[in-house]
């Protein structure tokens, strides 16, 4: 049996500290320099040099404020503020590559969906359809405040309210604009024929939209769907919409469970399998020898900040560990912050503590990290994807952009060799690129699809549109 392909993303934000907090400190880390447009533009061409089949871009809304009840240590260490906008990236690029995929995040509890689904079509049209969207339902009561809510939406109604956001969206994506409807004819005058294009009317629970998309069809209509929610709730979501998932767990038993949880989930919801690609956050630190791995990783320790990955777990799980003695068991708390976080802490064990959290944040975050030479890194990699059942990775950064270089010098050509990685790109969009040629749009049998318009085949929408 031939090898498993790996799929491979850059994880980063729009940001100075990510997942590895206090990083930014080391003299080789170029991570201050987030608000430069070079910055993003010199690493997507690194990153498209190296065949990464995109840059996914995390995004919160609001502020880590639990631990210690404030930002003190978040302003210090700059734990995801300042923190700027990663739509805004995206079409510069875009602009410096061909092929380099771009996932964004965007919260959908504080977007209207009308204007959002006319951004995606945007950087849809703008990338050639290489554009993909996490969807996110947020979990900070920080965000909630600023946008002027007393305290979130209970975790499970934003997942509710997130279901008919999604069917906003797709009407208007998918059902707005027939196929042919810009004909962009000079001597008739007429661009657009006024007949096939159709007014979106929706009146349900959470919104009330009339009106017709205001972007014509682009080349994937819906953006690739990415969505990392664990909850029974979030799984549930997943398999009704998400065609790329992320998960985070510690074992490879832990996430192969997960792994079929999910896959599971999407054949109870009328899909394949095979129509969600699953993919895991990990670190890699990697040199020519296992002994310069073992030795960069000490370098990065002496520069990590383990308190202020401390700090961005505390708003993960909604508990504030400054409260705990280093020893004492950190006990569960009913939060409305990230529930499969919270409860795996602890409810699915009762002895964590803060010491202990702190250990597995020596590096400022709590990621698989895998050291070594490239081919012990190759080894766990495909021991993860062919173990857990895994399709790729995001690869966080460490030190910015040399982690990246790093991987794309000594683990590519590795993992080339072993017939683990493309050594091309296919041609195609995003989605095209991950499920191969003819799926630029999304398939007959996701949920999305049953709200196109008629077709001359006589099928019929799933939902009423009234034409102009």
């Known amino acids: 049996m031939s090898q498993k392909q790996i799929l491979l993303n850059a994880f980063s934000m729009n940001c100075v500290g990510h997942i590895n907090h206090g990083l930014w400190t080391h003299p080789r880390d170029r991570s201050t320099d987030f608000n430069k447009l070079s910055h993003w533009t010199d690493l997507a061409r690194l990153l498209e040099k190296g065949l990464f089949d995109g840059l996914f871009l995390a995004d919160i809304l609001g502020v880590y404020d639990v631990y210690q009840n404030g930002i003190e240590l978040t302003a210090k260490e700059a734990i995801q503020l300042p923190v700027n906008d990663p739509l805004m990236l995206v079409s510069g690029m875009a602009g410096a590559t061909r092929h380099l995929g771009f996932g964004v995040t965007a919260n959908l509890t504080y977007e209207a969906p009308y204007p959002f689904a006319r951004r995606l079509s945007t950087l849809d049209h703008l990338s050639d359809g290489r554009i993909g969207w996490n969807i996110v339902t947020g979990y900070l009561e920080s965000t909630a405040r600023a946008m002027g809510q007393e305290r979130q939406i209970d975790h499970d109604r934003r997942y509710d309210r997130a279901d008919e956001y999604l069917e906003v969206l797709y009407k208007l994506w998918e059902g ?252 195609g969009t995003l989605r095209e690129k991950l499920f191969g040629a003819g799926r630029a749009r999304l398939p007959a049998r996701h949920v999305g699809a049953s709200y196109r318009q008629a077709t001359a085949t006589g099928a019929t929408p799933a939902f009423s549109l009234q034409e102009n």
Request: charged content about 25%; overall charge negative; hydrophobic content about 40%.
């Open 176 to 427: 707005s604009w027939e196929d042919d409807t810009v004909l962009a004819d000079r001597q008739r005058r007429l661009y657009a024929q006024p007949g096939k294009v159709h007014k979106v009317r929706h009146h349900g629970e959470f919104f009330d939209v009339e009106g017709y998309h205001l972007s014509q069809p682009s080349p994937q209509r819906t953006p690739l769907l990415f969505q990392a929610g664990a909850s029974n709730r979030g799984l549930a979501f997943a398999a009704r919409h998400a065609e790329c998932v992320f998960v985070s767990a510690q074992t490879r038993e832990a996430t192969r469970a997960l792994v079929d949880r999910i896959r599971q989930a999407a054949v109870d919801a009328g899909r394949r399998a095979d129509d969600i690609k699953v993919f895991m956050g990990i670190n890699v630190i990697v040199a020519p020898t296992e002994a310069e791995a073992r030795d960069k990783l000490a370098e990065y320790r002496r520069f990590a900040s383990a308190e202020a990955g401390l700090a961005h777990f505390a708003s993960t799980t909604g508990i504030d560990f400054s409260r705990y003695a280093l020893d004492e068991p950190i006990r569960y708390e009913k939060t409305n912050a990230i529930e499969s976080a919270t409860k795996a802490l602890t409810v699915a064990r009762t002895d964590a503590t803060v010491r202990q959290l702190l250990e597995q944040l020596a590096l400022g975050g709590r990621y698989t990290t895998l050291v070594g030479n490239p081919q012990q890194v190759a080894d766990e990699l495909l021991g993860w994807i062919n173990e857990a059942g895994l399709d790729g990775f995001n690869l966080t950064r460490t030190v910015e952009p040399e982690s990246y270089a790093d991987f794309i010098e000594l683990v590519v050509p590795e993992l080339q060799n072993r017939g683990a990685y493309k050594t091309a790109y296919a041609d």
